[in-house]
């Protein structure tokens, strides 16, 4: 595998494409806490470079396109 691939064969980013997960959070409007379940957890690609944690565009735009939403699930009503 090349420098310039990732585990799943896609390109990486060029580090012009990283944005901090503050930027992610406002780009998606998110909070930062929940952007940064989603890097930790893997749900969004995301990188840690020292203490930072970076994303990029096309990852949140990825989720999003999911349509996965934040915050409690209904309650389903037993019958």
């Not at 992610?24 to 890097?39: D, K, Y």
Request: proline residues 5%.
């Amino acid at each position: 595998m090349s420098d310039a691939t990732q585990e799943n064969g896609s390109e990486r980013p060029s580090l012009d494409d990283l944005i901090t997960l503050s930027q992610a959070a406002q780009l998606s409007g998110f909070t930062e806490r929940h952007v940064r379940h989603l890097a930790v957890t893997g749900e969004i690609w995301a990188k840690k470079l020292g203490r930072n944690w970076f994303t990029t565009t096309q990852a949140i735009q990825d989720y999003l396109a999911l349509g996965k939403k934040p915050g409690p699930k209904p309650k389903k009503q037993i019958i």
